[in-house]
């Protein structure tokens, strides 16, 4: 991932469904304080509230970091999620197009990937899963 924190970094803990919809109240603040065009909001929300419904039900709660970023050129937004639950045993599967396990938007992990432009995965099997993704203005 590239580019520097700003000021504003919020954590978020995700526990709860109501935990989710905080999360994407604050980082369509945030994606709005980066000044991101209605457009790339709305990708970075939707992907934001996919991989904190993952969080959730998959992970059996975790948190969100969210941030705004800088890499000297451009603004954008990054948020990272983390759990400490199963992990995933098939990364490939998971990513791969059209697969969902059920129970969020049905955009599994691949449509969440193509909604931003930076995309990092960490899991481990028993050790628990990170995401962390970036969204820049254009």
Known sequence: M??????????QAIGNDEDVVRVRQLVRTAAVAA???????TKVVTAASELARNTLVYGGGG?????????????GVRIVFSDSGPGIADI???????????????????????LVD?????????AGTTVAVVKWAR
């Open 2 to 11: 590239t580019g520097s924190e700003g000021p504003d970094h919020q954590v």
């Open 118 to 126: 930076e995309f990092e995965l960490d899991t481990a099997v028993g």
């Open 35 to 41: 000044k991101l065009s209605l457009v790339d909001q």
């Open 63 to 75: 948190k969100a970091a969210i941030s705004t970023v800088e890499n000297g050129v451009r603004r």
């Open 92 to 114: 490939d599967l998971a990513l791969t197009d059209g697969y969902t396990s059920g129970g969020g938007l049905g955009l599994g992990l691949s449509g969440a990937r193509r």
